[in-house]
Every structure is written in C-alpha cells, then in structure tokens.
C-alpha cells in the first residue's frame, strides 16, 4: 500500500499554471510592486444587465432549491434552441447536460469514458487543462505539436498518424484557447474525413471561445459540415466567455443519448444540478438580446490590433494575428541566448516570462505550459490602455537585454 495519503491519481496531475502566474503576480503586488497582470483569461466587462435582472427573478420568485440533475427544462431548451440557431445542430433536450462551467463538462465526459491507458489526442498548444483532466481521469494525454509555421493548426495527415486502437477522444479547440486559431470549412471537412476512417474515435469539440472571433470570419461546426460524426461528438460550450459569466458557472454539452446519460450519472453523485440562479440567468444569456457579444468582440478586436502593432514592433517577439479568443500567443524565441542586466541568461520562454514580471511587473504565461514553446501568452481581456502599458514595459525590458 502507498504511503501517501494522497491518491495515485491525483498525484498524477498539478494545479493550473496560470494560476501560480497570478499568485506570484499578487505576492509581488502585495509587496508594493506595480504589476500589470495580462494572465487572466475572463473577460474584463460585467455581465450584461438584463442576464444579472434574470438572476435577481429568479430570486425573487424563489428559484433556489435543487433543479433537475441535468438542468432546468428552459435551460435545456434554450440550449437546443441556440444549437439549431448558431450551429444549424439538433439535438433533443434529453441529449443536453448543463454542468458547473464547461470545464465541469469536460472533466465529466473524460471521467465518464476513459479507461486506464485510453489515449487522448490533444493539439498543442494547448488550453492548460486537457492534459491533467485526462490524467485525473486515468487516461493517456497525446500531444500532437501544431507549429507556427502551420498556423497552430493540425492537419489531417498528423491525426491520420497519430489515430491506434486505444485513441479514445479527439479534442478540437477553435477558436483555441491559447493561439486564437481556427479552423475553416475546409480544413474541418478534411480532419472529418480522417475520423470518418477511425469510427472508435470519439470528437469533442470545445466550442467556449465560437462568438469571439474576429474580421467577420465565419465559425463552421465540423458536425455541420459532417453530420455522420453525430453519434460520437460531444459538443462542449458555455456562457462564461462569451458574456462574461465566468463566476456564474455554467456550461454544457450535447451529444449521443449513451454518454449524455453517463455524465449524468456521474454528475448526479458528484456535484449534482449547476445552481438554479446561474441557469436562469443563462437562459437570458442565450435567449435575450445579443448586442454585448457584438459590442465586446469589437472591443477585443480593436486591442488586438493595437497589441498586435505594439509586439511585432519588438525586436527579438513576434506574434502571429489570432482569428479569436482573447489571447496572444507571442514568439519570444529571438530573446532566447540574450543576457538580462542582471547577468542571467534568458534559456527558455518560462525564463523570459519570470524576467517580464520581475524586472517591470508584466505578468504573462509561459508557452511551456500550453505545450509550445518558446511563446509567452498575453490576455488582452484588460482595458487598452493597461495593454498598451504593458507592451512599453515589455519593450522596455527587451530593450535592456544584451
Ligand atoms: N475551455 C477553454 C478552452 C477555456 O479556455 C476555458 C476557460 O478558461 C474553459 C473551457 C472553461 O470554461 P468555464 O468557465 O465554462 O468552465
């Protein structure tokens, strides 16, 4: 028997590491330090104030006791609804789970599903928490590496590669969390058409970052383009992102009956229903007016660009345009080998990132943790004229290196 009291399990796996990025960034604010913190990934905007009037309905008619396991009827329906609307998907009610948050959906399908050793296929980079929910969940995370050169993206020939018999998931992230890439039409059709050839092969796709894209670009669902992937793609999404719900905590997915009704289970033993009030409030979220989510992706474009300009104006960064998210992923290989005032060389993007924070108090995450170095992501979900501070500090910074 083990020693630790703690489970093999969980000693498989480590907190998140944008978190400890924020904590150190809070430690050195504490100790007086101007620090401008460009890790968060939620949006900087309240919730729009019709969601928060459903909430407070919702309260005042007493909408505060336990819900359905899998959501409230309306929450359901609201969800079928927005599908059919957005997506041109149908599904039942009986096929949509709502969970605590898409990460809770997520967590919950790789629980409901994995067996020891079953492999998971993870694009990289990577949003930092699909590798450890697959190892909480016993199961084998496989990083296939999407360079710059090919937009971050995966090409059907690296899925065609990387498919064996225990290939259990497929995880699809676009726009991606951390790059902003995604996919076009063509490009899904043809990672479908590999998945087509592997029917064991599971999809999932997490849909969280769909409305917050950029230069008009159109947001194709591979289940719209191949809708005999159906019986086997969970499709993951949620409210936090796209209007600004990120503390109300809900997400969903829809997908075949067998594994909507696993997670089900599994969730009716965990944490149970997602709280009544942020599911009202959801169901304004997705059926009310949807003026915010123009509002605030022009808002996040324009600091893109800005940011944008602002970066690739460095000497020794460059950074690739994100078509969403609101996130860039910036290429600091150019500083790599230079040597920081202090006498330190700069040997990895977790060194460039720890020099940013201590030197002028930027805080970033470095690329190491989502599976692609050497990059530094920077949150742009922060007012612009914090971001344009930033980047003359981190230009400052760069401009101080031998
Ligand atoms: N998926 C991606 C790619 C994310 O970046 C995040 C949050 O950062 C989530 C899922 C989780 O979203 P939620 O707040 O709904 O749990």
């Known amino acids: 028997m083990s020693t630790s009291r703690i489970s093999a399990r969980v000693q498989r796996i480590k907190p998140s590491p944008s978190s400890a990025a924020s904590d150190r960034a809070n430690e050195l604010r504490r100790q007086g330090k101007s620090i401008i913190n460009l890790v968060v990934g939620e949006p900087d905007f309240d919730t729009p104030a019709h969601i928060r009037a459903a909430a407070c309905t919702a309260i005042e008619r007493g909408e505060t006791r336990y819900t359905a396991n899998a959501g409230t009827p309306q929450l359901r329906q609201a969800i079928v609804d927005k599908l059919q609307r957005e997506n041109g998907l149908s599904y039942a009610t009986s096929q949509v789970l709502v969970t605590s948050g898409a990460k809770s959906a997520i967590f919950n399908a790789f629980a409901a599903t994995l067996g020891a050793g079953d492999e998971v296929l993870i694009p990289a980079p990577y949003w930092v928490s699909y590798p450890d929910m697959v190892l909480a969940c016993e199961g084998e995370p496989v990083t296939l590496a999407c360079p710059e050169e090919n937009a971050f993206k995966l090409t059907p020939a690296q899925l065609r590669d990387a498919i064996t018999p225990r290939t259990r998931w497929l995880l699809l992230n676009s726009p991606s969390n951390p790059t902003g890439a995604s996919y076009s039409a063509a490009e899904l059709r043809a990672l479908a058409d590999v998945l087509l050839d592997a029917p064991h092969v599971l999809l999932m796709t997490d849909d969280i970052y769909e409305h917050i894209r950029y230069d008009g670009l159109d947001n194709p669902h591979i289940l719209a383009i191949e809708p005999a992937l159906s019986d086997r793609t969970l499709v993951v999404n949620g409210v936090s992102k796209t209007y600004a719900m990120t503390g109300w905590r809900i997400g969903y997915a829809a997908g075949p009956a067998d594994v909507i009704g696993a997670m089900a289970t599994l969730q009716s033993q965990s944490t149970s229903n997602a709280c009544s009030v942020s599911q009202a409030a959801a169901v304004e979220a997705l059926n009310g007016d949807q003026q915010f989510v123009k509002d605030s992706v022009q808002v996040y474009q324009e600091r893109r660009d800005s940011c944008l300009d602002l970066l690739n104006g460095i000497d020794g960064l460059s950074c690739r345009k994100p078509d969403g998210a609101f996130y860039l992923y910036v290429n600091c290989s150019g500083l790599l080998g230079k040597t920081t005032p202090q006498g330190k060389r700069l ?47 981190i230009a400052t910074a760069v401009a101080a290196l031998n």
């Open 347 to 393: 040997d990895s993007d977790y060194d460039v990132v720890m020099y940013l924070l201590e030197s002028q108090g930027v805080a970033v995450v470095a690329g190491t943790a989502y599976g692609l170095a050497p990059f530094f992501r920077m949150s742009i979900a922060t007012a612009l004229d914090t971001l344009e501070q930033g980047c003359s500090r």
